[in-house]
C-alpha cells in the first residue's frame, strides 16, 4: 500500500504488458503523480490495476500507447478513485476494463477524461461511478512532448477541481486538475464527525504529510 507522492513515471516500455507502473493488490495513495509517454506492445501503456483499491489524487496520465488496448489505465478486479486527475492523449483509450477478469468499478469526480464516460471501455465487467464536476475537454497542457504538463493560461482545468478546501491550490484559489494541482500536503483524512462538542469518550488520530519545496 505504497503513498507516492511527486513522482514521474516516464518513458519506459514494455515487450508484452504495463509500459508505466502495475499495481497489484495494493491500495496505494498516489498524489500529484504523472505517468506519461510509456508504451507496451500489448496492452497497458500507462497504468494496469489489479486486485487493487487505489486513490489517484492530480494525477496526470497522457501520452501513453499500448498495441492492442487499455493505452492509459486498465483495470482488473480493482475499485480505484480519481480526484482531481487527467487523462488525455492515451491510446487506444483512456481506461479499459478487463473482461475475463473479476469486475471492476470506477469512481471519477473533478477530473479531465478524454472522450468522457462513454469512452471509457467496460466490457460490461463493472460500473463507472461518473460524480460531479467532470469535463472532457484539451486540457491544454503547455509543452507534453518535451515532458511539461504545466497548464496553458486559459485551460478548463485551472480552478476546476473539487472545491473542497483539502485540495486548494497553494495560492488559496480551488485546485486544478492535474499534477499541477493542489497544497502539497497529504492527509489521511478530508472530514471527521466528532460528535458532540465535549464527549471525549474516544480519540482519533490524524496525519498530514507536507511535501512542498522549499524556498
Not at 488496448?69 to 480493482?78: I, K, N, V
Not at 494541482?181 to 507536507?210: C, R, T, W
Request: glycine share 14%.
Amino acid at each position: 500500500n505504497a503513498m507516492l507522492t511527486n513522482v514521474t513515471i516516464s518513458g519506459n516500455m514494455a515487450e508484452y504488458k504495463t509500459g508505466g507502473i502495475y499495481l497489484v493488490g495494493s491500495n496505494s495513495v498516489l498524489t500529484n503523480v504523472t505517468i506519461s509517454g510509456n508504451t507496451a506492445n500489448y496492452s497497458c501503456g500507462g497504468m494496469r490495476i489489479t486486485g487493487s483499491d487505489p486513490i489517484l489524487t492530480n494525477v496526470t496520465i497522457s501520452g501513453n500507447t499500448a498495441g492492442e488496448f487499455a493505452g492509459g489505465m486498465h483495470l482488473g478486479g480493482s475499485n480505484p478513485i480519481l480526484i482531481n486527475s487527467i487523462l488525455w492523449d492515451n491510446s487506444p483509450e483512456s481506461i479499459f476494463f478487463r473482461e475475463d477478469s473479476y469486475s471492476s468499478t470506477i469512481s471519477i469526480q473533478y477530473s479531465d477524461i478524454e472522450g468522457g464516460e462513454e469512452g471509457i471501455v467496460t466490457n460490461d465487467n463493472g460500473e463507472v461511478y461518473w460524480l460531479e464536476g467532470n469535463i472532457d475537454t484539451d486540457p491544454l497542457f503547455s509543452d507534453p512532448d518535451n515532458g511539461d504538463y504545466t497548464l496553458q493560461e486559459g485551460s478548463p482545468c485551472i480552478d476546476s477541481g473539487d472545491p473542497n478546501l483539502w485540495f486548494e491550490d497553494m495560492d488559496g484559489t480551488t485546485g486544478d486538475m492535474g499534477v499541477t494541482g493542489g497544497m502539497f500536503v497529504v492527509p489521511n483524512f478530508i472530514s471527521h464527525d466528532f460528535g458532540e462538542v465535549g464527549d471525549n469518550g474516544s480519540a482519533k488520530q490524524f496525519s498530514l504529510y507536507n511535501f512542498r519545496e522549499t524556498a
